[in-house]
């Protein structure tokens, strides 16, 4: 009887252990692996990746929708942690960015300020003009496009996966993207 009585016992602990393990790395999961741009360029380093940067800024409503409710689907945070390094930028931040053998940074941010604040010279490189703006970079860092405005996960998919599948490479005309976006059937 004593057992019997030993494995009845063992089980519910077993069991329980493995829930505590599923539900502990569900969130872990079920996030996108921010980085910064420093880290994601060394990462392309070691291997090649293409980057999807968040630009945002404290201030900004619509960015703060982005990470509400368009990061926050899974199928979408699947596909951008297998196919790109994400990047989280501060375009009014005051982070340092080496990119291209030369260091961004924001000299005339003032951290008393509330509300905007000055841009930071990475954002004024890429030519960023609006919050969020959604920046693609192939797998040697080069720019490959900006995407201003906010998204929801439907609407990001197509460029998520023209990017990432480099059909955009193709997409030279008007009637090209017309065509591909008129084809393309979203799964988000």
Aim: charged share 25%; proline share 4%; glycine share 6%.
């Amino acid at each position: 009887m004593v057992c019997g009585r030993q494995r009845f016992e063992k089980k519910p602990c077993i069991i329980g252990l493995i829930l505590v393990i599923c539900l502990w790395a569900l969130p872990a999961q079920a996030q996108i692996k921010w980085m910064s741009m420093n880290e994601a360029l060394a990462a392309q380093g070691q291997k090649p990746k293409k980057i999807f940067m968040d630009v945002y800024t404290d201030w900004c409503g619509p960015c703060k929708m982005l990470d509400k409710n368009t990061f926050t689907n899974k199928r979408l945070i699947r596909f951008i942690n297998k196919n790109y390094y994400a990047v989280k930028f501060d375009g009014e931040g005051t982070e340092h960015i080496t990119y291209k053998d030369f260091t961004y940074t924001n000299p005339n941010h003032q951290p008393e300020r509330k509300g905007r604040n000055a841009q930071h010279f990475f954002a004024d490189a890429l030519r960023i003009n609006a919050y969020p703006s959604l920046v693609f970079f192939d797998e040697n860092g080069e720019l490959i496009q900006a995407l201003p405005g906010y998204k929801t996960a439907q609407e990001l998919e197509i460029f998520l996966k023209m990017v990432a599948s480099d059909d955009y490479k193709e997409i030279t005309t008007e009637q090209a993207w017309a065509d591909y976006q008129k084809a393309f059937k979203g799964t988000f």
